[in-house]
C-alpha cells in the first residue's frame, strides 16, 4: 500500500506491542516493553546499511571481516516520546551519536512548533534514524525531517512504534525519500488527532503524566 513504510510483523514485536496498548498495562511495564521493542524495531531498520571489510586476525588466522561502513550513525529522538524508542535502540548501537528535536503539537491547530533542537554535526555522511512513538498526523515529524534536512542530512530513516494513514501520507508527500519502519498501521485519527484505536499518549503512558 505504501512503498516506503515497513510493518514489522515478527510474533515478539506484535505482542509486546498488544501488552502495551492495554490501558491496564502500568508506568513501568509500559517503559520496559518500549525499551524490548524498540530493540526489534532498531534490527529491521538498520537491516540495509553500507558494509566494508577490516582485516582481523582471529585466534587462528587473519581474515577480511565485514564491518559497517562510513561515520557513526545518528540517532535523533523527536522529543519527548522518542526519548523511550532512543533507549533501546542505544543498547543496540551504543556508539551512535545522539541528537535531540523538541517539537510539541498546538492542541487547536495540530501544527508543531519547535522549542528545542541539537544534533551532531557530520549529518551529511550520517545514516540518520530519527525516533518517534507516534506517527499520527504526521506533521510534526515532517517537520523534524525539514530540520534534520536543513542541517544537512541526506540519509535519513523514520522509527515509530505505531503509525496512522494520515501520518503516513503526510510522510510520503513531503518526504518520499525515508523509509518509515514501525510496528503498526492503525485505522485512523479521532477528532483529536490520536490514533485510533492506537494506545494513548506514549509520553503519558511511559513517563506517568496526565
Do not use: W
Request: hydrophobic share 45%.
Amino acid at each position: 500500500m505504501y512503498d516506503h513504510l515497513t510493518i514489522v510483523r515478527h510474533p515478539l514485536v506484535q505482542h509486546k506491542l498488544t501488552i502495551m496498548r492495554d490501558k491496564d498495562t502500568s508506568t513501568k511495564s509500559f517503559r520496559q516493553l518500549l525499551r524490548e521493542i524498540s530493540l526489534l524495531l532498531a534490527y529491521e531498520i538498520t537491516r540495509e546499511m553500507p558494509m566494508t571489510t577490516k582485516r582481523i586476525e582471529t585466534p587462528l588466522t587473519e581474515m577480511d571481516a565485514p564491518v559497517i561502513e562510513g561515520k557513526k550513525m545518528a540517532l535523533i529522538s523527536i522529543l519527548r516520546a522518542g526519548n523511550g524508542l532512543l533507549d533501546g535502540v542505544l543498547e543496540l548501537i551504543p556508539a551512535a551519536r545522539v541528537g535531540f528535536v523538541g517539537l510539541y503539537r498546538d492542541e487547536k491547530t495540530l501544527q508543531p512548533v519547535q522549542y528545542y533542537f541539537k544534533v551532531p554535526d557530520g549529518l551529511d555522511e550520517r545514516l540518520v534514524i530519527a525516533v518517534d512513538p507516534m506517527l499520527a498526523t504526521g506533521n510534526s515529524s515532517a517537520a523534524a525531517v525539514d530540520l534534520l534536512k536543513q542541517a544537512g542530512a541526506k540519509d535519513i530513516r523514520f522509527l515509530c512504534l505505531l503509525a496512522a494513514p494520515e501520518g503516513v501520507a503526510r510522510m510520503k508527500e513531503a518526504h518520499p525519500d525515508v523509509p518509515i519502519v514501525t510496528a503498526a498501521l492503525d485505522e485512523k485519527l479521532n477528532e483529536k488527532g490520536y490514533i485510533v484505536p492506537g494506545l494513548g499518549d506514549a509520553g503519558d503512558r511511559m513517563f506517568g503524566t496526565k
